[in-house]
């Protein structure tokens, strides 16, 4: 199972950026999904999760300018992010619980991380 992030980049104070996660593999279910960041000289933190029914959770300092959603077809989760400033810079990860075909249990994935700099 390979969780592949894309859509970082470089964007200015207020600008938008859509991150998106897909998941591949030998996959049977996925249970939550979820973006992290960790910004240098800091501990990696909660950004937003989405479960398989849709239900949200968002870091305070986000709500009101992401917006997490899932499409369960496509096995991808996805991060809009907009009004982005300066302290939102990081590398993000993407995060997925995946229950593969013959095992019984779900595990935690990463994926690689996607750089977001948001300049003042």
């Known amino acids: 199972v390979q969780l592949q992030a894309s859509g970082g980049g470089l964007v200015q104070a207020g600008g938008s950026l859509r991150l998106s996660c897909a998941a591949s593999?030998?996959?049977?279910?996925?249970?939550?999904m979820g973006w992290y960041r960790q910004a240098p000289g800091k501990q990696r933190e909660l950004v937003a999760t989405?479960?398989?029914?849709?239900?949200?959770n968002y870091a305070d300092s986000v709500k009101g300018r992401f917006t997490i959603a899932r499409d369960n077809a496509k096995n991808t989760v996805y991060l809009q992010m907009n009004s982005l400033k300066p302290e939102d810079t990081a590398t993000y990860y993407c995060?997925?619980?995946?229950?593969?075909?013959?095992?019984?249990?779900?595990?935690?994935?990463w994926g690689q991380g996607t750089q977001v700099t948001v300049s003042s």
């Open positions: 995060a997925a619980s995946i229950r593969r075909y013959s095992t019984l249990y779900a595990r935690h994935y």
């Open positions: 593999g030998s996959i049977f279910s996925i249970n939550n």
């Open positions: 989405i479960t398989s029914g849709g239900t949200t």
